[in-house]
């Protein structure tokens, strides 16, 4: 990539502020800016670097109004965000994407491959799989029989899929994600033993879905555990058997969902938080970090914090209020005692 | 698959409640009910289903009396979980066992494998392994030297085995588990920094053992890190070096277990809880989703819940507590007024 | 391995308690002390193991005096730990490294490797690769493009590190641990659904550097990841893009790290404990088990516990005092009556 400041406002529908002519050829951090590179700043708090970064453009937010001299060009756009998103997207679309499929790979006589696929070296697909137009298949993936894929779908190195599992459109899944591996069913016997339910069911992926790395999701027991549109898992994360994420759910790394739960539209889970089994979660409802939902959360859009998940506004008062929890019990102790001084002092006047 | 309500009533030991000829060729959860297939109802939760499923056998516990009509045939079993239990695995089981070694597998010339194995493309055996028979060896699972597996035990792809490791009878391993990574041992330095202590001991799992996806079992500094018999593990779970996980434990999800600790028989750890290190947990203790024992358990049989856990019953007390905390605080502030206003009152009327 | 309990003390600096001549061939636990093991004890906790073992050496701290006769032979040195991680080393050492490329590899021709490299089969090294000398590349490892790694690097079987990403030497990493897969970055557009922002960063470990299996380091979005000199991760540990983790810093299993943040020098995370994003955390600083750091650390060298983290100190009068809290609840219900029952008399005396 090689773009002038007036070149980048052109292409982002913005101004420039400062030379237009100044170049750059890479993006940086506004905090380890460097010559001939572009920065962004969206997060206030990043403020202060824009007065000594090395960067030579800054993207920012058309309302922004500099404290100080600032040396670099600034570029103003709607969303400063958005657009360095729009940039990004635009120099990794440069990159060839690979094609042709290895002569390392191992595909069953049976499974159907669209055109444009890549197939790297160690993967195997197996029997009865049936993959779209321009699938990345890195290197080292199994694919499980019958499973289906969408076009356009990547799947990074070691990503495993079990046997009839459907995978959408446009879907991402990173290293070592494991998508259908048995649901954790079993059946309790009366010498204290468990054998084992077989997991009859598959897993779902719509359309336009990213998982992280490492990150397992069961196949249900019967049915389906679905993933629907759109949503964004990231690492680590663990979706139990029969589950359902709704649609554009975003999930931070290490949350673990319990079977059989239901979980609605446009929700966000913070990082390592959780909600228990078999229960529903309403639409655009937040957990914070750490949060775990134990029963049911029915009103739509709201914040939930804390074990078991309390509104936020509760939890952050039960916390303050906990802190200061040592103080109470001095005073209450206190208050007895002058409670008993009086008492005291009163029944020795009466006398 | 293909049985007659009739059938079905035969195979499990049931009583026929509608049509005995009304047939079914798969599963489906009650909420899910579709014509020709069965459906069963355990958890009372579900009844409200049973009234409007359009499965058309559902299996249900001999005492069960519906509130209002129900359309299918009702299959009256013992214990209908059970039954259905019994029932997928009788189905699973006529799906044909895959066999045969792929060319396209690396074995060791001093590797020795049973009869009947499996063994798909790009796994490796490493010198000096012993595998039962019929194994199955998925695609791409890795075995180190001198790993000995027992007979009928499943690993599925991507699974790592760890030199010396031992594996028992009837186990199943799912996709990119690894067991026998180092233990986490290092000797810190007096300058700050750590040198690594070699872990020369291995992982022991015994019979009937099953690990979930990318779950961690770690080889011991020395002697062996243990899984005893029946043990259930389910996904993204660590355990340490050194640590015996006792007989018939089942661990949900994303459970942590810290070095050297020794679990009880017929345990129980709820999803994301976890135990410190070098500490006892007595048989049949049952940790509550998210508690983390931070101390030895001694009396066996109880439930945990929190952070450090404690008995379940104070947890709640406490969980409650804290929720009127904000309450309590005014209620003590209001009682210091009232009694400062009695004092000051009094010694007032005094003067 | 077989040496005397002359022979070892001569080699560890220390001197014999016992019988010299005896000898031993491995090691054992203390608690699973078998004849002709050597033992240690450093734990206190550990003594009572001592009087019983069966070991026939036991190494222990230079000062250790035993309360009860012990029948092994003791070797006293100066830091039985360190004596005993000296000796492992010694051991494990003696195993051959193994060195070759298989044939089963897949090496692209652009990429170069050192001398006294192993490359094991159904490993794949992408274009432009750099593999420095006596680097182990178990089996199943992926390696992408532009990958650099340096000397002594151990890569145990399903690694993956992604395009770009620079290892240093003398690093290990754990099998199905992923370095490098995209950060967790989506632009929310207007109607609710997320649009990927590139990530076009890398993730650098600087030399010494060991990481746990299925342990995943995600890439920066411009710049890097870094995880810096000596620094030693547990397994399942998730650390985010643009966080940096300085020198010498342990972090046991399944923590997790938001983005963009910094941690200091020789900090201690337990086991699942966590950072937000974009906070610093001072060097030194020591997390609990379970603790979060919900925002910046800037004080060194503290200890820190609970969610939010605050200091040790504080978390445990909170915990007692909650502990405590049905107990004062009680108290302040008594009080409020007493104070009522009180003014009602006075009230009435009053008339």
Known sequence: ?????????????????????????????????????????????????IYETQSSVVLVNRDFEPSKPVSATLVRVENAYESLAKLMTLVSGERAKPEGISQLASLHATAVTGSGCYIDSFASVAAGAVIGNNVQIHSRVSIGENVVIGNNTILYPGVVIYRDCRIGNNCVIHANAVIGADGFGFAHAEDGSYSKIPQLGN?????????????TIDRATMGSTYIRRGVKLDNLIQIAHNVEVGEDTVMAAQVGIAGSTKIGKRTMFGGQSGANGHIHIADGSILAARAVAMSAIDEPGKMWSGFPAVPLLSFQRSFIANKNLPELQKTVTQLKKQLEALEKRLSEEKK
């Open 1 to 49: 990539m090689e773009f002038s400041a007036r070149q980048l406002a052109d292409f982002l529908h913005g101004e420039v502020d400062g030379d237009p002519s100044v170049k750059v050829s890479d993006f940086s951090k506004i905090e380890e800016g460097r010559p001939g590179t572009i920065s962004f700043l969206s997060n206030p708090r990043y403020e202060p670097y």
């Open 203 to 215: 897993v779902v992926l719509e359309d336009d879905v990213e998982i992280g790395a490492c990150t």
